[in-house]
Nanobody, 125 residues
């Protein structure tokens, strides 16, 4: 059974940094795309970043490009999201997600098969 468990959320001041982790278990994730999405109150779930497990290719939403970095550790089966220069609008619940890499649009949450429970990130002024 696939499990994705996020950690590392919390409260940070604007301009600060946080690092999220996603521990993946239940199968090998070779051939998967791992993604991070976020959802703020009253808003739709929003794509943040994605990484192709086999090749390490990374992709980012324009709103986080240059500030966030997605990476993975094959040995630990863990995906990370390093978030720097955080802004008030980054406040949301952040979700780790995974889908088989068939070339589907990694920006659409509907294409993902597995989701974590989410971790809250709150940026204060």
């Amino acid at each position: 059974q696939v499990q994705l468990v996020e950690s590392g959320g919390g409260l940070v001041q604007a301009g600060g940094s946080l690092s999220l982790s996603c521990a993946a278990s239940g199968r090998t994730f070779s051939g998967f795309v791992m993604g991070w999405f976020r959802q703020a109150p009253g808003k739709e779930r929003e794509y943040v970043a994605a990484i192709r497990w086999n090749y390490g290719n990374t992709y980012y939403a324009d709103s986080v490009k240059g500030r966030f970095t997605i990476s993975r550790d094959n040995a630990k089966n863990t995906v990370y999201l390093q978030m720097n220069n955080l802004k008030l609008e980054d406040t949301a619940v952040y979700y780790c997600t995974a889908m088989v890499d068939f070339g589907s649009d990694y920006r659409s949450p509907r294409n993902y098969d597995y989701w974590g429970q989410g971790t809250q990130v709150t940026v204060s002024s």
